[in-house]
């Protein structure tokens, strides 16, 4: 079974513009929850979502947005970047038996984004 | 909020020995799961160990076993036999019951020298 792949790996973007990441998580999978991860403040929680609904969002600016399709493939998009979006984005998807219960996630490769 | 700390940035360890990687959290629940993850420099997270907090009994897979300490608030990862494909960064995670949100510790990188 193939893994949660996330695409572009890489990105290079200038202040103000805007980017759109992509992540296909395993097949079967319906929750689909995204991290950004920087040396200086580690690994921080996004957004989850089930079922093309958020179910669960993190402390970040309205900048950061997301969505989820019918066949659980989700997006995730900031908009007017700044220098400090820099970070490696990492999207995981789980089975989601229910909210409760041991939903081991699975992690894609990240992508690299890097703002200039 | 729940919080995850590992205090120690950096450890290491000589090949075959066993070192003990620290970690403590905070949470007012009582249904949670804690969790090791491994990030090699490839990036890519991958899970070391789960443990179910209503269990009592440790976790152990293989080299890696955890020491947990509900009423402490304490789960630390042993490394047994240490190899040299277990130099990675290590974080400490936390899971509540009710959704698929994962609180992160700030990780440690543990070298393995030969």
């Known amino acids: 079974k193939a893994g949660v792949t996330q695409t572009p790996r890489y990105l290079i973007k200038t202040r103000g513009q805007q980017v759109t990441l992509s992540c296909s998580p395993i097949s079967g999978h319906r929750s689909v929850s995204w991290y950004q991860q920087t040396p200086g403040q580690g690994l921080q929680f996004l957004f989850e979502y089930f079922s093309e609904t958020q179910r669960n969002k993190g402390n970040f600016p309205g900048r950061f947005s997301g969505r989820q399709f019918s066949n659980s493939r989700s997006e995730m998009n900031v908009s007017t970047l700044e220098l400090g979006d820099s970070a490696l984005y990492l999207c995981?998807?789980?089975?989601?038996?229910?909210?409760?219960?041991?939903?081991?996630?699975?992690f894609g490769p990240g992508t690299r984004l890097t703002v200039l | 909020a729940q919080t995850v700390t590992q205090s120690q940035p950096e450890m290491s360890v000589q090949e075959a020995e066993t070192v003990t990687l620290s970690c403590t959290y905070d949470t007012s629940e009582s249904d949670y799961y804690l969790f090791w993850y491994k990030q090699p420099p490839s990036r890519q997270m991958i899970l070391v160990i789960r443990q179910e907090a209503y269990k009592q009994q440790n976790a152990t897979e293989n080299r890696f076993s955890v020491n947990f300490q509900k009423a402490a608030k304490s789960f630390s990862l042993k490394i047994s036999d240490s190899q040299l494909g277990d130099a990675a960064m290590y974080f400490c995670?936390?899971?509540?019951?009710?959704?698929?949100?994962?609180?992160f510790g700030k990780g440690i990188t543990l070298s393995v020298r030969p």
């Open positions: 995981a998807s789980s089975l989601d038996i229910g909210l409760a219960g041991n939903n081991e996630q699975f």
């Open positions: 995670a936390y899971k509540p019951g009710a959704n698929s949100k994962l609180t």
